[in-house]
């Protein structure tokens, strides 16, 4: 099956919402989000009546979160670092933010650092 850009988009969007309330909003992260665990359900409209096959109503996709056995909160420094980290993302002061993300870690190697 062949999907439309649109629909890829929005199914993108709609990821990426679930994963931004599902942290920011609600404090409660899945601990083993990975392909296997997230289903893309895509309801098609019903095409019954004159009017909605005029509209061509467009598919709804939906997010599915499966094995929610590991889960956890954040604490508030977290939830203040997983913040600073997305505006790093979309940020085009990329040097700079990778250097103030390397003050987050509690250890960092360098090139040739074996210690550990």
Aim: hydrophobic share 40%; proline share 4%; with cysteine.
């Amino acid at each position: 099956m062949v999907f439309s850009y649109q629909l890829r988009r929005s199914v993108a969007d709609l990821g990426v919402k679930t994963l931004l309330k599902m942290m920011l909003a609600d404090n409660w992260v899945h601990a083993d989000l990975h392909p296997g665990n997230i289903l893309v359900r895509i309801d098609q409209p019903s095409r019954q009546n004159l009017l909605r096959r005029w509209l061509r109503p467009k598919p709804v996709p939906h997010i599915v979160l499966l094995d929610c056995g590991m889960t956890a909160s954040l604490s508030d420094r977290n939830k203040e670092n997983l913040v600073n980290f997305f505006e790093v993302c979309v940020s085009s002061y990329v040097c700079y933010h990778a250097r103030h993300l390397l003050t987050k870690c509690d250890h960092v190697c360098t090139v040739g650092d074996h210690s550990g």
